[in-house]
């Protein structure tokens, strides 16, 4: 790294750690203020599942472990975290980078599979609130099929497996997204489908799908598909009698793991009569870690 004075900027999504958060939550990713049915849903669901939500917690913890780990390999820098829909938002983070006298920022987005209100939009708001303000500033690649990353998927969908019945098919979940994001190019299938083929391929899977989740309660268009359910009851109508859920779209638990899978497709499995398991996230899992100090440290190689 060069003599300026250099930063790790973490950009994620951002959650609510309060009830009192959640409103101004839903409203900041809807972009717009929602039906109050809407609001009120999502507030038992953070009420379910205790009141907030984990993730902005696991994500400082993932920042402060970055941050050890890059030091062990000799890299002199600070790691900061901005939100896209939370506190410390995209903006409020940069300007501390700014304030701190941080010179030199590498952007990593904690999003591996790339779309427009994930890494794209959290690229477009740090480049908003940085560039021009620091000498250098540069974005990590797609990480989605990082080896460190695989690694980990692998190692714990297979510790998952062991407390499961042998040959319990998997399926594969992500959030939903509306469909004219992939139509207008998003690769956020394309690289999902990437990284599943390769965990099960490196598990010798024999059945495995990939479904969506989690479509927004203000829906007005069509999303992804099939949803997870829709692929639990085929899996049920064909004779199984069990299913594990895999969340690989999210690095992290959160409301989307925490609630839509743990209580509602828990549930649905309870309904239709299938046994449930589900494979926990990654979120300060040391081959995650790795995998972002690694797409750190070859982007600032390559800079």
């Known amino acids: 790294m060069s003599d300026m004075k250099s930063a790790v900027f973490l950009v994620g999504f951002g959650g609510p750690e309060s009830l009192e958060e959640v409103p101004p939550f839903v409203e900041s990713v809807l972009g717009r203020t929602p039906p109050e049915?809407?609001?009120?849903?999502?507030?038992?669901?953070?009420?379910?599942?205790?009141?907030?939500?984990?993730?902005?917690?696991?994500?400082?913890?993932?920042?402060?472990?970055?941050?050890?780990?890059?030091?062990r390999r000799g890299v002199d820098a600070g790691v900061y975290v901005g939100m896209l829909h939370a506190d410390p938002t995209i903006g409020a983070a940069a300007d501390q980078i700014v304030a701190d006298g941080v010179e030199d920022v590498t952007v990593v987005?904690?999003?591996?599979?790339?779309?427009?209100?994930?890494?794209?939009?959290?690229?477009?708001?740090?480049?908003?609130?940085?560039?021009?303000?620091?000498?250098?500033?540069?974005?990590?690649?797609?990480?989605?099929?990082?080896?460190?990353?695989l690694d980990g998927l692998a190692e714990m969908l297979a510790d998952a497996l062991t407390r499961a019945p042998e040959g319990t098919p998997v399926i594969f979940a992500a959030h939903s997204l509306p469909q004219r994001m992939i139509d207008q190019g998003d690769p956020y299938v394309e690289q999902l489908t990437a990284t599943t083929k390769e965990v099960a391929s490196r598990l010798g899977l024999a059945d495995w799908h990939l479904a969506y989740q989690s479509v927004s309660a203000a829906a007005r268009e069509p999303w992804l598909g099939p949803a997870v359910e829709e692929v639990m009851d085929e899996l049920k109508a064909r004779g199984e009698s069990a299913v594990m859920v895999d969340p690989i779209g999210f690095i992290a638990d959160h409301v989307e793991t925490l609630y839509d899978n743990d209580v509602e497709h828990a549930g649905h499995a309870g309904e239709i009569g299938i046994d449930f398991y589900r494979c926990r996230c990654l979120n300060d899992h040391p081959a995650l870690i790795d995998a972002l100090c690694d797409v750190v440290t070859d982007a600032i190689a390559g800079a």
């Open 37 to 71: 049915n809407v609001t009120r849903g999502a507030v038992e669901r953070y009420r379910t599942i205790g009141g907030g939500s984990p993730l902005p917690a696991t994500t400082r913890r993932q920042a402060e472990l970055v941050g050890e780990e890059l030091k």
């Open 109 to 149: 987005s904690l999003a591996p599979y790339r779309c427009e209100v994930s890494t794209d939009a959290y690229e477009t708001a740090a480049r908003e609130a940085l560039e021009g303000r620091v000498e250098r500033l540069r974005f990590t690649p797609d990480w989605n099929l990082a080896p460190r990353y």
